[in-house]
């Protein structure tokens, strides 16, 4: 008997794989100046493989349970999240007032988009 997870915790754990894997891709040579850029487009493609692997099935199961601007808007949030993480501990950046104060304006802006109008 296998594990069945709920389409809501299948499709947001999948974004959030996949999330991993595009930060890496995007920002993880960063930290690597010296590398030569074709290296890293090459490099970055290849992670960013994975981050397709996991998105692609994330929107195909959780369509139909969300909308695909609920979709967007479930990634856009944990995206900016993951990226917070990886720039703070990874990158070494810190996060000021001013971005927490963004990232609870895109938030709302997500409670527009889940919240039902009539």
Same mark, same amino acid.
């Given at each position: 008997?296998?594990?069945? !997870?709920? +389409? &809501? @915790?299948?499709? /947001? $754990?999948?974004?959030?794989? =996949?999330?991993?894997?595009?930060?890496?891709?995007?920002?993880?040579?960063?930290?690597?100046?010296?590398?030569?850029?074709?290296?890293?487009?090459?490099?970055?493609?290849?992670?960013?493989?994975?981050?397709?692997? !996991?998105? +692609? &099935? @994330?929107?195909? /199961? $959780?369509?139909?349970?969300? =909308?695909?601007?609920?979709?967007?808007?479930?990634?856009?949030?944990?995206?900016?999240?993951?990226?917070?993480?990886?720039?703070?501990?990874?990158?070494?950046?810190?996060?000021?007032?001013?971005?927490?104060?963004?990232?609870?304006?895109?938030?709302?802006?997500?409670?527009?988009?889940?919240?039902?109008?009539?």
């Amino acid at each position: 008997m296998g594990l069945s !997870l709920p +389409v &809501p @915790a299948l499709t /947001i $754990g999948l974004l959030i794989a =996949s999330n991993v894997f595009m930060t890496v891709a995007w920002y993880g040579h960063l930290k690597f100046k010296t590398a030569p850029l074709a290296l890293v487009i090459v490099a970055s493609w290849g992670i960013a493989f994975f981050e397709y692997v !996991l998105q +692609v &099935p @994330a929107n195909r /199961i $959780g369509h139909g349970h969300f =909308s695909a601007a609920q979709l967007k808007t479930i990634q856009e949030v944990i995206s900016l999240t993951v990226f917070a993480g990886f720039s703070w501990l990874y990158l070494g950046e810190r996060l000021g007032w001013q971005h927490a104060v963004g990232f609870g304006l895109i938030c709302a802006g997500a409670w527009f988009v889940f919240h039902d109008w009539g």
